[in-house]
C-alpha cells in the first residue's frame, strides 16, 4: 500500500515566526495555537507519515550560525516527540532566495525519494503559511492545506485553515472523492463521485432510461456523481450496464476507505406509478432477491 504523506513546513506552521525570521533562540520559541494537540491527533488517528521540510536562510553562514540554530530544533523534536509526533524525515534547505537552490521550496530537489512509486502523492498534503508552499505542494502533484490566520483565500487549496484543530478535522474526516474508471473488450467506464455532495451529476451511458435511473441515485442520496460509458450497445445494453455497476460499486468502496463515521440505517421508497424496493449496503455483504413478471418485451427503448 502507497504511502501517504504530509509535508509540514516549520517557521510560521509549527511554530510563531519573529519579526527577523530567526528562530535562533529559546525566547523565540513559541508553537503556535493547538499545534502540539492536532498534530499529536493527525500522527495518531491517521495513516500519514510526518515530514519536516523547511528553508532556513543563510543557515551556517555568520548571519544564523548552526550553534544557534540546532539548540532550537533539537528541542522542538524533542517536544514533539513526548506527545508521540516524529517526523520519518527532516529536509532543510540554508539557501537564501537570491541563490536560486533546486532545493529550496517552492523547488523540489529535496523530494526526489517522494517521487518514487511508493508514494501516494496525489492524497498527500502540504501544510504551510506561505504561497510558496502552495506552489511547492503544486510542484510536487500532492495538495494544499494553507495555515494562516489574516491572509485571504489563495486558489489551489485543498483546506485554508485559521487554527491547527481545523485540519486535524479535515484530515480525520477528508472529502470522499474518487476517481474511477474501468475499462473491457466491451466497455469504457469512467465514473467521478463525491459523497459528500450535493445531488449533482452529469450521466451519460448511451442507454436512456439507465441514465434517468442513474441520475436517481445521485439526486435522492446527495451524492455528486458523473458517469461516461461506452459500451457495445450494437450488440445489447447488458454490457454496459453490468459494467457501470460494478464501476460504480468500485467507485463507492474505494470512496467509503475503512468506512469511518457510518452508521447503519437504510429506508424503501415507494414510487407512484411502481413499487421498487432497492437496498444498498455498504458493509459488503451481496445479496439479491428477485421475483418479476414481463408483460411485455420492451420498456422505452
Same mark, same amino acid.
Given at each position: ?148 490566520? +489574516? ?32 475499462? +473491457? ?19 451519460? +451511458? ?33 454490457? +454496459? ?61
Amino acid at each position: 500500500m502507497k504511502k501517504k504523506v504530509l509535508f509540514i513546513d516549520r517557521d510560521g506552521t509549527l511554530l510563531r515566526e519573529p519579526a527577523d525570521k530567526q528562530i535562533d533562540s529559546f525566547e523565540k520559541m513559541e508553537f503556535l495555537p493547538g499545534c502540539i494537540s492536532a498534530l499529536a491527533a493527525i500522527a495518531r488517528e491517521t495513516d500519514f507519515e510526518l515530514v519536516l521540510v523547511s528553508n532556513q536562510d543563510g543557515l551556517g553562514t555568520d548571519s544564523f550560525p548552526e550553534k544557534t540554530f540546532w539548540p532550537v530544533q533539537n528541542m522542538l523534536l524533542k517536544l514533539l516527540k513526548t506527545e508521540g509526533i516524529v517526523f520519518s524525515a527532516i529536509h532543510i534547505d540554508p539557501s537564501f532566495p537570491e541563490e536560486n537552490s533546486p532545493n529550496r521550496k517552492p523547488c523540489i530537489g529535496m523530494m526526489k525519494r517522494y517521487l518514487q512509486g511508493d508514494y501516494d502523492l496525489e492524497n498527500s498534503y502540504v501544510i504551510g503559511d506561505r504561497l510558496t508552499d502552495i506552489q511547492f505542494a503544486k510542484n510536487l502533484a500532492c495538495q494544499a492545506i494553507f495555515l494562516n490566520e +489574516t491572509a485571504d483565500l489563495p486558489k489551489g487549496v485543498a483546506l485554508h485553515a485559521k487554527k491547527w484543530v481545523e485540519i486535524w478535522e479535515f484530515l480525520r474526516f477528508p472529502p470522499r472523492k474518487v476517481i474511477h474508471s474501468r475499462c +473491457t473488450a466491451e466497455t469504457d467506464v469512467s465514473i467521478v463521485l463525491n459523497l459528500d455532495g450535493d445531488g449533482n451529476f452529469e450521466i451519460s +451511458t448511451g442507454i436512456g432510461f439507465f441514465d434517468h435511473m442513474l441520475a436517481q441515485v445521485a439526486k435522492h442520496s446527495g451524492i455528486d456523481l458523473q458517469i461516461k460509458a461506452k459500451g457495445d450497445l450494437y450488440v445489447d445494453e447488458h454490457h +454496459t450496464v453490468e459494467d457501470v455497476g460494478i464501476a460504480l460499486g468500485e467507485a463507492l468502496r474505494a470512496a467509503l476507505a475503512n468506512k469511518d463515521s457510518i452508521s447503519r440505517y437504510g429506508f424503501f421508497l415507494p414510487m407512484d406509478e411502481s413499487e421498487a424496493q432497492v437496498a444498498i449496503d455498504f458493509s459488503g455483504r451481496a445479496y439479491l432477491q428477485w421475483h418479476g413478471n414481463f408483460t411485455r418485451e420492451r420498456i422505452g427503448d
